[in-house]
């Protein structure tokens, strides 16, 4: 307990210093109005929304109406919208026995088996009935398991609603997640079901009825700390909140948790034996999707060794910036607007190469 009280002293202290400092830098005007100019005002800490330069749907693309009987043919894409219209259910066959379903914008995917259906993510914006309901429209049988791609609510926050509905049908939801997912769920208290079977990490699998799914759960931290992939037996994948179908990643890497172990974890999916990849958001997503991924960063990675490392490694960066902008109001207003800058320098450098490819402004 004791222990515990000086810990939170502790964190009150240096918050107090911290608040201190700022309030000094504050208390000298001309370095307040230096740190406005590099900030330009503090509505330059919003990402403004900014024109499509290419439409989300590329124009070599095929794009087809959405079926629950027609198969997908490799390569084709679904026209369906982004942002649909709101609790509306999109659906698309991909296989024999598995289907793409995406509403308010987030993405499940369905295995049909023999006696049972299984489920890959639920979304906080999922409404069990309506969620039962458009599944009922290509299967019968009822939903008896559901696996997480990864921890984070939005995609998996109506897990709970889910599983109440289910209950009142008489059936017990299995739910099954890696151990790092349940630890995460666990650590942050989550307002997720907790799994009631956890698969170890690394590359696992398990069974549904007679059918065996991979659950990969390779690098300990990439977009989250618990990212899953999963591989049904007829060749689907689902991983959430990485690559984005046909489109740069820049916007779109989802505050990932560690740029190297996004890179990595993706690298483990495109080693994977599969035809079509749910993303989580957008479209259906194929091996060549990673692959342009893969070239666009690259291109961001030479552009950052090029134009933004040399400077770094001297420091001359730091003081060019300072002596252009000012310190900032404070160190964290600074080293925001750094990165920013670093990061429009790169964009603007790979932009001649990959101006043809989906992007906003
Ligand atoms: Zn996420």
Known sequence: M?????????????????????????????????????????????????????????PEEEYVKPSIQQRLKPGQRV????????????????????????????ASTVFVGDQGVLVIDASSTVVPADMLA??????????????????????????????????????DLRVIASESAAREITAHQDNILPPTEII???????????????LGTPIVAAHSAADSYVLT????????????????????????????????????????????ANLGHANIGYKRDIEQTFAYMEDLYDAFMTDIAPGWATGSAISDAVAQHGTGLTAGVF??????????IMAKKVYPKWKHVAQSG
């Open 2 to 58: 004791l222990e515990v009280f000086r810990k939170a002293v502790l964190i009150l202290a240096g918050s107090l210093v911290a608040g201190l400092c700022s309030a000094s830098e504050l208390s000298d005007e001309s370095a307040a109005h230096r740190g406005v100019t590099l900030a330009g005002t503090q509505d330059m800490q919003h990402i403004e929304p900014a024109a499509l330069i290419n439409p989300w749907n590329a």
């Open 79 to 106: 026209a369906v919208p982004d942002f649909g219209e709101p609790g509306k259910w999109y659906l698309q066959r991909l296989t024999d026995r598995t289907y793409w379903m995406i509403c308010n914008a987030f």
């Open 134 to 171: 458009a599944i009922n429209r290509f299967t019968h049988l009822p939903v008896r398991a559901l696996v997480y791609s990864h921890m984070h609510t939005d995609h998996n926050g109506g897990a709970i609603r889910l599983q109440r509905a289910l209950k009142g049908q008489g059936i």
């Open 200 to 214: 170890p990490d690394g590359r696992s699998t398990f069974m549904f009825e007679n059918f065996e799914f991979v």
């Open 233 to 276: 037996p007829d060749g689907v994948v689902m991983y959430v909140d990485f690559n984005y179908p046909a489109r740069v990643p820049l916007g779109y890497v989802s505050s990932s948790y560690n740029m190297t172990g996004w890179i990595d974890f993706m690298r483990h999916v495109l080693g994977e034996e599969w035809q079509y």
């Open 335 to 344: 080293w925001g607007n750094y990165v920013d800058q670093s990061a429009e």
